[in-house]
């Protein structure tokens, strides 16, 4: 595993001379790189709805989504995953981010424990993963023991599996049933996979949880409809979502808002479709939350 041949992760890039570059040339020399890295996403678009396709209807089915790591692309899936709560309002339970080394992996390096396999298994057998949820890998090499394994225990549970890499023919993609493999090319600090690699396996991420969130009928248009109104930030925005959503004045958004309990899409159902606050949360309930089923309900 300590062969870095074949890696274009980890090949020496071009720009030998970095450290005699002036400020400006340097980080033009990182913007120039970093605008390869969508390109590199774009090439995987089918694999990425494949794969968010697989993990919908698992999530329905009550199964979670298990996002697996070491070192920057554990912690990558961590923040993915906390951001989901806040965001979608959905249980923590739902998406969660497993880095090796636990918790305090996230502040401190705690770089041997992705040499062992063992301890991927162990962190998901611990979280009673089982055939209902699904297990994506994430690792630049694409042959971190620690991810293999987590993908192996995965399978033997009957758990959906995807690998999340930035090189080809990679091991992780061969123990997984698919693959996202957006290849960025050697770094500009090389073998430094924070940068281009981060940055890609950052934006599939979004594009995975994102995407999710709006089959579970977590958005309403393009909106965030179940953001939780934690604190002030977020109860002006969602004040400001049912105002947008229903088209109508500030005043009477923040009304229907206290009105419904901070509930964002009961809100816009009981205005758009002109009924009460508890009529338009059964609405929702039958409509599996989906706003729009909602308020096509209320009009027939």
Do not use: W
């Amino acid at each position: 595993m300590n062969d870095f041949t074949g890696l274009t992760t980890e090949e020496r890039s071009e720009y030998v001379d970095l450290d005699q570059m002036s400020t400006l040339e340097m980080v033009q020399t990182i913007n120039k790189e970093d605008a390869k890295v969508a390109a590199a996403v774009r090439e995987q678009l089918p694999q990425i709805a494949a794969v968010i396709d697989m993990i919908v209807p698992r999530l329905k089915q009550g199964g979670r989504l298990f996002y697996v790591g070491a070192g920057t692309s554990g912690r990558l899936g961590v923040l993915d995953a906390s951001e989901c709560p806040p965001t979608f309002g959905v249980p923590s339970s739902l998406v969660q981010g497993i880095i090796a080394g636990g918790d305090e992996a996230l502040r401190n390096s705690l770089e041997g424990c992705e040499d062992n396999a063992a301890l991927g298994a162990q962190d998901l057998a611990e979280r009673g993963c089982g055939s209902r949820d699904t297990v994506i890998a994430i690792a630049a090499s694409g042959r971190t023991p620690y991810c293999i394994g987590a993908l192996e225990y995965a399978r033997q549970v009957g758990a959906v599996t995807a690998a999340l890499v930035c090189n080809p023919d990679s091991p992780m993609a061969q123990v997984a049933q698919m693959a996202i493999v957006p290849v960025v090319g050697p770094e500009v600090l090389s073998g430094s996979t924070r940068m281009k690699a981060g940055t890609a396996q950052k934006m599939v991420l979004n594009m995975i949880s994102t995407v999710t969130m709006v089959h579970l009928g977590k958005v309403y248009s393009n909106l965030m409809i179940d953001v939780v109104p934690a604190n002030e930030k977020l109860l002006a925005r969602a004040e400001r979502i049912v105002q947008i959503a229903t088209g109508t004045d500030a005043q009477t958004a923040q009304q229907l808002l206290a009105e419904c309990g901070g509930q964002v899409k009961t809100a816009i159902v009981a205005y758009s479709a002109e009924v009460t606050p508890q009529q338009s949360a059964q609405l929702l309930e039958k409509a599996g939350g989906f706003v729009r089923k909602a308020i096509a309900l209320a009009q027939q």
